[in-house]
């Protein structure tokens, strides 16, 4: 039997802290250095060419994670493998030279083009940072990669600003895409866009995957893009990933509570299949304190004493290969469909579940 190939890509137990300046005060105090725990024990894997959902409400360390796996920011600790190598402890021209392997495409396509830059030197300017090329070729090259973005090649003296919202982002999956790295880091790609732009922009994006072979990290609020996108889904929660799978399993039969409850909160189209909405309440833990054991214990419908004191690790969900949950009840709580939770769940804090 051959060994199972490894990963382009994995991140084991990756965390990153942003430390917290302390004030005059607490300095003289002698109080402890405090730092937002972003990112806590991240340990997730992206084959080649395949694609990687992050989902997660606002502020679950999404983006940190996709900077630290493309190294725009440093880790705090743990590992970033890339092919096996540590590409935390890359620097110089060894990191430099890495850099071609991952790129990112950013939310905010206004914001991430320089407006005073011309379509090829916006595009160019990764080619530019890694090779030696004249002008001349450098322009060749630009217009060459503009058609497979859906950009028409002669729109090279263009200013970002000349485009549509749309465009723009096209532009940036150009610039992404120009030195045909082997992973791409796509931080929320077409949440600025209007949905027909939305879907031009996902349908591109897995031509290119079907064409060129690259490896994605989706990081996004859109439920239904990762359906269309994505082979497996992973779920953060306060900097932690709580649940990991095959993209259609988990999202059909979500198993912990609160992939549950976020997915409850994602209007369904097809009204036979419309869950009973509930939102999960209670206060959400500070990610500068962040509470021992489990960190949705304020919040979920099943929590017992165990979880407040005990950190679940990911493990296997019974009966649903591929798939991994942070829970100490997965085996009670997995079946549990979101819409039945306000009457199987065990006894309730009030608070805990509260119809909207
Ligand atoms: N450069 C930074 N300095 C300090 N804190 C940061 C920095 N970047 C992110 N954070 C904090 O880290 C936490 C995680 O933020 P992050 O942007 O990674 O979340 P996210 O899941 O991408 O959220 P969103 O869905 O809103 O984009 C937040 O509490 C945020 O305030
Ligand atoms: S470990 Fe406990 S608190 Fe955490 S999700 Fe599972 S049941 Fe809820
Ligand atoms: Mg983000």
Redesign the pocket.
Same mark, same amino acid.
């Not at 942070?326 to 997965?330: G, P």
């Given at each position: 039997m051959s060994a199972p190939l490894a990963p382009l890509l994995e991140t084991r137990g990756v965390v990153k802290h942003f430390p917290l300046h302390r004030t005059a005060s607490e300095f003289l105090r002698g109080a402890p250095a405090r730092a937002i725990h972003a990112v806590d024990g991240v340990s997730v894997s992206v084959a080649a060419g395949e694609t990687l959902g992050l989902i997660g409400e606002s502020g679950s360390g999404k983006t940190t994670l996709g900077w630290v796996i493309a190294r725009l920011y440093p880790s705090t600790g743990g590992q970033v493998l890339f092919d096996g190598v540590d590409v935390s402890r890359l620097s110089g021209v060894h990191l430099r030279r890495w850099r071609r392997n991952v790129q990112v495409v950013f939310q905010d396509p206004v914001g991430s083009l320089d407006p005073r830059l011309r379509v090829w030197q916006i595009v160019g300017e990764p080619i530019q940072a890694q090779e030696s090329v004249s002008r001349s070729r450098l322009r060749e090259r630009v217009a060459e990669l503009l058609p497979t973005v859906g950009l028409p090649s002669d729109c090279l003296d263009q200013y970002p600003h000349e485009f549509s919202g749309g465009g723009r982002q096209r532009l940036s999956l150009a610039r992404a895409l120009s030195l045909s790295p082997r992973l791409v880091v796509l931080d929320e790609p077409t949440s600025a866009l209007d949905v027909a732009v939305q879907a031009q922009i996902l349908n591109r994006l897995v031509t290119l995957q079907r064409e060129r072979g690259f490896a994605y990290v989706l990081i996004t609020h859109n439920v239904a893009a990762v359906r269309f996108v994505a082979d497996r889904v992973a779920v953060m929660y306060l900097g932690q990933v709580?649940e990991v799978g095959p993209v259609r399993d988990l999202l059909e039969h979500p198993a912990?509570?609160?992939t549950k409850a976020l997915l409850a909160a994602v209007p369904v189209a097809d009204a036979r299949r419309r869950r009973a909405r509930y939102r999960v309440t209670g206060e959400i833990p500070t990610l500068v304190r962040p509470p021992p054991? +489990?960190r949705? /214990?304020a919040r979920?419908p099943?929590?017992?004493d165990? +979880?407040r004191v005990e950190e679940?690790p990911l493990r296997e969900v019974p009966g649903r290969p591929g798939r991994q949950a /942070?829970?100490?009840?997965?085996e009670e709580?997995g079946d549990i469909p979101p819409e039945t939770l306000r009457t199987q769940a065990p006894p309730l804090p009030e608070a805990a579940v509260a119809a909207p």
């Open positions: 709580v912990h509570p609160y054991g +489990c949705f /214990a979920c099943f929590v017992i165990r +979880c679940p /942070a829970c100490h009840r997965v709580v």
